[in-house]
């Protein structure tokens, strides 16, 4: 599960452009949102990349 | 943001005010993330920091924090750190307030080898006044104040360090954000003077300018330029042209000023027990 806080989301994109599954985009107001939780792998990486810590990757609660 | 690393940060304060994809933020939050790893002790810990968007870290850190004047981050925690000793003090620079204005001190802090830990926000730029070039601005790069392209040479700052006498030099990026924390923690363990660069992006004002793409892209370009010291050492110079080496790249044991100073004082006093 990813959860994204949409208040400190400001968009930047690099989460999106830089998952290595793809698994979020950018929503209609430009916030990234968790798109595709089928393909997520829970890396973790959006996590530490995220320069405003608006994303919590919880790596058990895959199923 | 995660529970763990709620203590470190003043949550009223965010959302900082970094543009959308500065590299900024990732650096605060490895640093964030270090001290959760590491435990450290809040309440004998200082952030110290100088002048431009970097230097905005200390106002979102929950610590002891002074915010000082450009160039000057680390005088004031030189200060600190005498009438302080025990307690751990972090710097926050950029490359500007660092190697420009703040370059003097820079060289007297290594030189001394004071238990500090600098971590140099390399974005390559002026990022705060408007993308003017700075000393770590590549040649040939575009900035306000080199509209046709940088005419100085490059510039490395881990040779600066290391001829001014640095015991801790380290080079990581916001792409490497696991080396990155792994270098923090190294770096606020090591005893004596220790300076981490990091390559970020400055999006609005340097990317944009040198055609580097979104912030993404640029962070890619950082993976693509780092190169580790074991590469490095099996590539012709004509190879390592545009790279830079990151990782560990110096680490000595040396004197530590201010437990030279307190030892020296002790003596003068006559002897420990007084
Ligand atoms: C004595 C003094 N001179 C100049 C300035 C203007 N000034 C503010 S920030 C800055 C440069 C900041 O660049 P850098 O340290 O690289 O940090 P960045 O904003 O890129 O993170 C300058 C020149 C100042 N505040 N004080
Ligand atoms: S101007 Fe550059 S360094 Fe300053 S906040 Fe914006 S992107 Fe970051």
Not at chain 2, 136 to 140: A, Q
Not at chain 2, 147 to 150: A, E, H, K, Q, T
């Given at each position: 599960m990813v959860i994204i806080d949409q208040k400190l989301c400001k968009g930047c994109g690099i989460c999106v452009s830089l998952c290595p599954k793809q698994a979020l985009a950018l929503n209609e107001v430009n916030k990234s949102y968790y798109a595709h939780p089928d393909v997520c792998i829970h890396c973790g990486m959006c996590e530490l990349w995220c320069p405003d810590y608006a994303i919590i990757v919880e790596r058990e609660s895959k199923e | 943001m995660r529970d763990e690393l709620k203590p470190y940060f003043r949550e009223n304060r965010l959302p900082h005010i970094w543009c959308p994809g500065c590299g900024h933020g990732i650096i605060m939050g490895a640093l964030a993330r270090a001290m959760a790893k590491m435990d450290i002790d809040k309440k004998n810990t200082a952030v110290i920091s100088g002048i431009g968007c970097s230097s905005r870290a200390t106002g979102y850190l929950d610590f002891d924090t002074l915010h000082t004047a450009h160039g000057r981050a680390l005088a004031f925690a030189t200060g600190y750190k005498m009438v302080k000793p025990e307690s751990k003090v972090i710097v926050l620079t950029g490359d500007g307030d660092c190697t420009a204005i703040g370059g003097n001190h820079l060289i007297h802090v290594a030189r001394r080898n004071i238990d500090l830990t600098t971590i140099v926000f390399n974005n390559n730029i002026y990022g705060m006044t408007g993308g003017q070039y700075s000393p770590?601005?590549?040649?040939?790069s575009k900035a306000t104040t080199s509209?046709?392209?940088?005419l100085e040479r490059n510039f490395d700052l881990v040779q600066l360090a290391k001829g001014a006498g640095a015991t801790f030099i380290a080079r990581s990026t916001v792409y490497h954000v696991n080396q990155l924390t792994d270098l923090i923690i190294k770096g606020i363990n090591h005893k004596g003077f220790s300076l981490i660069e990091v390559v970020t992006q400055c999006p609005t004002n340097y990317g944009r300018k040198n055609k580097m793409g979104s912030p993404a892209q640029m962070m890619l370009w950082q993976k693509e330029h780092a190169v580790t010291k074991a590469q490095a050492d099996k590539m012709t110079a004509e190879e390592l042209k545009d790279k830079f080496i990151v990782g560990l790249l110096h680490q000595e044991e040396a004197p530590e000023y201010t437990e030279q100073y307190a030892k020296m004082v002790a003596n003068l006093m006559g002897g420990d027990d007084k």
């Open positions: - | 770590l601005t590549p040649n040939g509209p046709y392209g940088n």
